[in-house]
């Protein structure tokens, strides 16, 4: 059983989608192992976007994530990080595609910030790092 991370970013906190993303994980048969709702730190964001933290535009990546809560979460399932990564769409969300979680839910940037609803790990090596990164290398640990 695979394990990724996942993140319900603070625009769809703040429209209200958290039901209706959860409802999609379990209808699509993944379980959810665990769930926190919390705000983002500066420390935090720059390990998590540590490829992005020397680019320009990471204030206001970093301001994004720190406007709300957000929804962390671990989710597991066969292959889960390839199907969640699918069911999310592309990560802009004029190239999603109708049906996928972005497609449907994630509004086109309008001041050239892309606010996206969700983030999910790109690879389970990926999965593992943000998983100890945001609940800690513990978790990793006793789900494997």
């Known amino acids: 059983m695979e394990q990724t991370f996942f993140m319900i970013k603070p ?4 429209r209200r989608l958290i039901g209706e993303i959860l409802h999609l994980i379990e209808r699509r ?8 709702l919390r705000c983002a730190t500066p420390e935090i964001l720059k390990q998590h976007y540590s490829h992005l933290a020397d680019k320009p535009f990471f204030k206001d990546i970093e301001g994004y994530m720190m406007s709300g809560p957000i929804l962390i979460g671990v989710i597991s399932g066969p292959k889960v990080v390839k199907s969640w990564r699918n069911m999310m769409g592309a990560t802009n969300p004029v190239d999603a595609l109708p049906g996928t979680i972005r ?3 994630a509004m086109a940037p309008i001041d050239g910030n892309i606010k996206n ?3 999910g790990s790109d690879s389970v090596e990926a999965a593992q790092r943000e998983i100890a990164l945001w609940f800690g290398q513990s978790a990793v640990e006793s789900n494997r």
Not at 11 to 14: K, T
């Open 11 to 14: 625009d769809g906190v703040e």
């Open 29 to 36: 048969g993944f379980i959810l192992e665990r769930l926190e």
């Open 117 to 119: 609803v969700v983030h």
């Open 103 to 105: 497609g449907d839910f």
